[in-house]
């Protein structure tokens, strides 16, 4: 059976909001707890009291990561944002002739363009510049799954402490997340973490890792 403080933990942990307020210690306990309790349909008092301790725990818990975090905000402050627009998401089934892709990779790189391909279980993601997608639909045309146009490509790009700082992933997808920015795809190489996100949000995601 679950506990009230592992509900507690899972309430908090689903409500960024809350979350937030308890890490800055901008919160009244009391009425977070009756809300806690209203939600999650317990309301007897040893259940609202056992709620009230619960959250006062997951707020010292959340006080003890601030370092953590004043860490990862240090490395995204020495960090640099490059955005390339015009960019294309092209999901190819896996069947795919794997030399026809390498090819086609290999003549977009000739141009010094984008070229991502991303090998999954039963798929290919390919991301290539707007200018080149023709080819790709030449190419592939009975392969192609989905096309996602009109995207962006913001890559981050960080000193080498990122490869010892944990959280710096899961604190950028955090901070797009309470803003609504949906990531469409993400990479990772090295010192830089690669995001796919709409065009039209762009100017949004600059300022939100304006640090």
């Known amino acids: 059976m679950t506990s009230t403080a592992e509900l507690t933990e899972k309430y908090v942990s ?9 890490k800055n210690g901008v919160i009244n306990y009391s009425k977070l707890s009756r809300r806690i309790a209203r939600e999650l349909g317990i309301g007897k008092k040893t259940s609202l009291e056992a709620i009230l301790i619960a959250c006062r725990r997951i707020e010292e818990k959340i ?3 601030k370092a953590g975090e004043e860490k990862v905000v240090s490395i995204l402050k020495k960090s640099e944002l490059e955005i390339k627009n015009k960019i294309v998401v092209v999901i190819l089934d896996k ?3 794997s030399e026809a892709l390498l090819e086609l990779e290999k003549k977009i790189r000739k141009h010094g363009d984008v070229f991502y391909a991303i090998e999954g279980k039963s798929a290919f993601t390919v991301i290539v510049s707007e200018k080149h997608f023709g080819e790709v639909e030449r ?5 192609i799954i989905k096309t996602t146009r009109e995207l962006a490509l913001v890559t981050i790009k960080s000193p080498e402490d990122l490869e010892n700082t944990p959280g ?4 950028v997808y955090s901070r797009l997340g309470e803003y609504g920015i949906n990531v469409v795809e993400t990479m990772s190489c090295w010192t ?20």
Not at 168 to 171: H, R, S, T
């Open 14 to 22: 689903e409500h960024p909001s809350v979350r937030e307020c308890l």
């Open 192 to 211: 830089d973490t690669i995001l796919l996100v709409a065009e039209k949000d762009v100017a949004t995601v600059m300022g939100i890792l304006d640090f």
């Open 63 to 65: 006080s003890a990561d």
């Open 139 to 143: 190419v592939f045309e009975r392969e």
């Open 168 to 171: 710096v992933v899961a604190f």
């Open 95 to 97: 069947r795919v002739y």
